[in-house]
């Protein structure tokens, strides 16, 4: 079975720094790679994913991902953060096959001022 | 924004009560889904439809049920509510095919005493 891990439960980034969030996944077979963000009090909205191809994926908000078979990783990064990417992000997988995803248990990203 | 909507956004109800919570998107999207949202955050699969007169069951086990009988609509049923139902309910949609990205609904926030 399929698994995500995302093993920090917030990241603190100050605004105009550069953040990481990170995800590692366990998968059979080729995975295939999603981002989705959380604000209070909303669904979740897909930022980027990976499907095949170069291995830095780029997406929604200046958001950018990296596919690292070898780890087995793909974690989300920003160049700059700002107050406004303060939410809940969530990475989820799916094996070669199927159309359902698994997900990570999410991190809270804060930045400050 | 994808068209995608939930109602009620926010429900109190009493233990033993019937309730349907809706989910209908615009996009016609033939696949659809319903997560459970824990107060920590995790997202778990319940159900999902890949067509009319299409439902599966998920990755956790649910007292709910669901159907799909218009494309557009996938409500899901509690027949006998209690507290351990209480929860955040997310409903998505996709496009037909593998790997294509979900689009959520706000949820519905349930709570019963």
């Known amino acids: 079975a399929q698994s995500v891990a995302q093993p920090e439960d917030q990241v603190n980034v100050a605004e105009g720094n550069p953040l990481t969030v990170k995800c590692t996944y366990s998968v059979s077979g080729n995975p295939y790679l999603f981002w989705y963000v959380q604000y209070p009090n909303r669904g979740l909205q897909f930022l980027l994913k990976?499907?095949?191809?170069?291995?830095l994926v780029k997406g929604s908000y200046g958001f950018e991902a990296e596919f690292n078979k070898s780890q087995t990783s793909f974690h989300l990064k920003k160049p700059s953060a700002l107050v406004s990417d303060s939410a809940l992000y969530f990475c989820a997988v799916t094996p070669s096959g199927y159309s359902t995803l698994t997900f990570g248990k999410g991190t809270m990203l804060l930045v400050s001022p | 924004e994808a068209d995608i909507y939930q109602t009620p956004r926010y429900l109190v109800i009493g233990t033993g009560k019937k309730i349907t919570l809706e989910c209908s998107q615009t996009?016609?999207?033939?696949?659809m889904y319903w997560y459970q949202q824990d107060p920590g955050m995790e997202l778990h699969l319940i159900h999902y439809s890949y067509g009319v007169n299409s439902t599966e069951k998920g990755d956790l086990s649910s007292e709910s049920t669901v159907s799909r009988i218009r494309t557009e609509h996938f409500p899901l049923t509690l027949e006998s509510a209690r507290p351990s139902h209480t929860s955040q309910y997310l409903c998505a949609s996709s496009l037909p095919g593998l790997y294509n990205e979900q689009f959520f609904g706000p949820g519905t926030r349930l709570t019963v005493l």
């Open positions: 990976y499907i095949t191809g170069d291995n």
């Open positions: 996009m016609g999207h033939d696949k």
